[in-house]
């Protein structure tokens, strides 16, 4: 409905919302002939009364004509299409790499080619538009307005597209003359793409919508000719020039208005594109083809909207960002942006200004990201360690995936920050120690936890709440929703204060309630709550709710054609779409006929202003003059069913009904004119009544036009109150997160982990935190491990059998890091961590044949990149490098990356092989121990998987067992076994548990 009522502000006449249809009725007789597709059906409709158009004379254009704009002789050129068409082929004209719907009445449409080509994929019928003789017909397609959403998810989301949204805004007298007597101008008022959305039904509420602008530093006005490309760059230019070379990152969400910028490289890009998921990707059109190519080649890769901008834009200072922030970025803290940082945001914010055609914004201040302050996590661990999805499906948030596993937020804001916690955990000590803080002392207090949960889940998404008054956007809806938000806080803020106060009895002491107390510090209340005040005494829920239902009857009965429509051609989603008292109601009569009801419903109270108390004063003295005349007439004519209404197309009129009092009442005019008569009711007309019903009109004008004032009054407010709400809507989230990890923690008992600055990765008792439950969802219990990697053991060779836990140990010890650094508690009994700077994994085997890449290839290139670039201080872990070449050159390179991890990167690693010689390669590694998993075979030929790693090396693999459960035909297993025990003659032992064939007790160091 949010459509509706917005479309009543720029309607100058009768303000109601009921009276926009009207409006939209009578603007033009062949409004039927804009809508072919909905058939004979709806010419209901179409009928409305001529209109007149009075101008007064000083409104007209007085002296010199101006002079036509240049443009307009261009857009008169071509056959002389109604002015509706030719106002959308301007504005397809203008906006050519849009897709143009323009607003016509209530339906929004496609043009020309726009309406052949888009109109199928949207499942809409194209018809023919007809307009006079001798002008050819023009494709069209078209929908409701109240599908506005659907179809632009299908256009933005699903194809891609950027849309132009051309609405109809009413022509003032002078406008109305220059264009040749048009109600309408229709101009573009935004364009939409994924990137920037703002509040759009189909935007997921628990992701961030971000734009991410890249601006490599130094390549803005690099013009494409090879021979004026920078030294480095130039044909001889080597790959690792490209990656090394800075590049400047900025996105946004305009949907909370969170703004973020980092200094970065080529080569991290990747990784900066995984962990933003940024749903639109902006580059400078001015760039050296080598960097544009490799840029487009990753957003490509990442099945991203790549738009270009032009490069001007990147160099405007970060003091011009000022009209677009909440709060101008502090002048000591502008020095600190890079110059590649300062082109992005310039980028980034003019390209936003631009699709918003003027819609004001209002951003947070940038928040700089610098890599020492977050784990990095690079794109190929996020994606092989299903920390935000799954492989297979790919969904963010997916069943399995580690975000999933872990989630427990109750509010939107709270589900968004945790997936920035999980895909950026922390790498500042005293950060993670804060997180950690407040979820140990949420921990040990469940009915406080349980008192700030019921709160928050009543609470509103805050920060996409006031995002919207920033643009402008709010409504009085949103405003009560503010208003219990709010009231929300408040409540919470003061469960906090009881909480950290001494009073509490039994829990824990002060200290430990130092979390809170920082949290509750932050909350800003005063004017906030001042604000809610405002707001709860100036807006009339109940009077807006019966507003609500009253919009919907009305829409209803002016959408009753296009039901029609889609009872007969439309699918299920589509009625869904409709409001809810077409639904419920079905067709209704048309509105013309429909006669108006005379109770007023005003969204704010009368006390909101002293204007509007005035105002309602007068109206109700016109009320009760009504009512007196109302029982003068009555006793005049001797008909006690009279009435005094308004009707729809009829303007004011005495109404009576019951055959008597019409047969009464049919010679008693009483000078007026007759109006419409049926048997049982007749209506005639009364200057009185006219004369009054006219004031009453202009006063009820009076008071919409004061609501909108206050309504704006109040939107102002918010807007001042826009930093305290935001901050404040921060805090809810991090306390929500808090809650959460403490609630998991509860569940599926985790434990602090103890952070420090060390090299040390020391778990006892380890789970893989989703494999845990997956197994014990099936009846099946996991078996806990101990990792202690860093010191003498920093490198950890691990073997054993297919299936025996290998893969599923390097995860878990590489999730337990994320857990632990995004400040949540971990799967284990004790965990004692280093900080770890970035995690690296090298899992899987997947070729790339679109980026000409085999199976062997992409291994090594993800390789390559640990290879360069862990440090002491990351965790890497590597699963089974170099099978995808022959055995020879696989332990070759596994071989090599053993090595250089263990002499180079000198980081903690977890590397698991089925190439057991290098255990025997490896035996002089100072600081690698070696470990395995074993099968246990039962005398009976029956075996069990010995999940428990023990030092030590395993030297069989039992594939075979592996190939004979997942079904390999019988034959070929014996073919397997024959070969087998052709090239490796010695007998297995029936072993139970421990060493089994081939498998090698002690480290091979040992025998060194
Ligand atoms: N610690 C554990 N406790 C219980 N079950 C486990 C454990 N670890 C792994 N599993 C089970 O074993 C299965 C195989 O584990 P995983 O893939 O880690 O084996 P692997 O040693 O890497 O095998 P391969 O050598 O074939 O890659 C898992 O899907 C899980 O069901
Ligand atoms: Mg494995």
Redesign the pocket.
Known sequence: MRNVVRCHQFLGSRTRPRQWSVINLHCSNSWFQHHPWLGSRTAILTRGAKSKTTVKLEDLPQGALEPLPATAEKEDQGPTYPTVVRQARNNMRKFDNCVVLTRVGSFYELYFEHATEYGPLLSLKVAQKRSKAGVPSVPMAGFPFFQLDRFLKILVQDLSKYVAISEEFVNDPANKVKSGGLMFDRRVTRIVTPGTLIDEKFMDPDENNFLLAVQPLGSVHVPRTSDDQPEELKSGATESALNSLRVGLAWLDLSTGDFFTQSSTLGTLPSAFARIGAKEVILSDGLSQSVQQTISGLVDHDRRLLTYHAAKYAELPISAWAPMLESPVASADEAAFTTEETSAGSMLLTYVVHKLQGLDIKLQPPQRRRDFEIMAIDKTSLRALEVLATSKEGITGGKGSLLHTVRRTVTRGGSRLLKDWISSPSASLSVINERLDLVSMLLHDAELREEICRDLRRSSDCQRLVQRFSLGRGDADDLISLLKTIETTDSIANVLEKATSSQRPGKAGLEVRRPLRRLSCRLSLENPRALALRISSAIDEEGLLKNHRKEESESARYISAAHDVLHSEGSAADFDDMPRAVRDNGVQQSLSEQEIDEEDDWIMRRSASPVLQGLHDDLSKLRQQREQLTVMLRNRIGAQSLSLRYVAGSGHVCHVRGAKDVRHTSKATLGGRSGRSTKSTRTFYNSDWTDLGTKMDMIRFQIRAEEQQVLQELREQVVANLVRLRRNAAVLDELDIGCAFANLADEQGFTRPVLNESRNHQIIGG??PT??I??EEGG??????DCIVGGKERVWLIT???????????RQNALISILAQAGCFVPAEYAELGIVDQIFSRVGSADDLFREQSTFMVEMLETAVILRQATSRSFVIM??IGRGTTPEDGVAMAFACLHHLHHHNQCRTLF?T?FHVLADLAKDFDRLACYC?DVAEGTDGSFS?V??LRRGVNRA?HALK?ARLAGIPEVAIRVAEDVLAKHDPTPAPGCQIGPCRGSDSSDPKAAR
Not at 780 to 785: E, I, S
Not at 800 to 810: A, H, I, Q
């Open positions: 789970r893989h494999v845990k997956g197994l099946k219990a996991f078996v806990k491990n054993g059998p297919n299936m025996g836990g290998k893969s599923t140990f390097l699963d089974e698991a089925h998993a998987y999940h428990r693999s592996v």
